[in-house]
C-alpha cells in the first residue's frame, strides 16, 4: 500500500491549501484517514482523523479553520486548510489504517508534503 500526497507549498498568512492523499494498493477497506505534522524541532502531531464512518477529530490548534474530508470510491483524504498561520508551518503526513485482504489491519504513512506560511 502507498500513500501519496500533494498540494503542499508556500502561502502567505491568512492563505488556504488543500491537500490531497491517495492510497493504492492491496486495499479491502480504510478504518481510518488523517494528517499529522511535523515542524522543526518537534514531534509529530495529529492534525485532523476521518474515520469510515465520516466521524472526525481534530487537533485543537486547527480547529475552526481545517476541514478533513474523504473520497471512499478513491481511498482519498483531503485536508482543507483555510486562515494558515506561520505556526501551521510543517511537513504534512498522510496516515492511514488500511485492511488488507488477509483482513489485517496495518498503518502506513505517506512521504511528506511540506506547507509554508510566511510572508
Known amino acids: 500500500v502507498q500513500l501519496v500526497e500533494s498540494g503542499g507549498g508556500l502561502v502567505q498568512p491568512g492563505g488556504s491549501l488543500r491537500l490531497s492523499c491517495a492510497a493504492s494498493?492491496?486495499?479491502?477497506?480504510?478504518?481510518?484517514m488523517g494528517w499529522y505534522r511535523q515542524a522543526p524541532g518537534k514531534q509529530r502531531e495529529l492534525v485532523a482523523l476521518?474515520?469510515?464512518?465520516?466521524?472526525?477529530s481534530y487537533a485543537d490548534p486547527v480547529k475552526g479553520r481545517f476541514t478533513v474530508s474523504r473520497d471512499n470510491a478513491k481511498n482519498t483524504v483531503y485536508l482543507q486548510m483555510n486562515s494558515l498561520k506561520p505556526e501551521d508551518t510543517a511537513v504534512y503526513f498522510c496516515?492511514?489504517?488500511?485492511?488488507?485482504?488477509?483482513?489485517?489491519?496495518?498503518?502506513?504513512w505517506g512521504k511528506g508534503t511540506l506547507v509554508t506560511v510566511s510572508s
Open positions: 476521518i474515520i469510515s464512518g465520516g466521524s472526525t
Open positions: 494498493g492491496s486495499i479491502v477497506s480504510i478504518n481510518r
Open positions: 496516515y492511514a489504517v488500511v485492511i488488507d485482504p488477509s483482513n489485517y489491519a496495518k498503518q502506513y
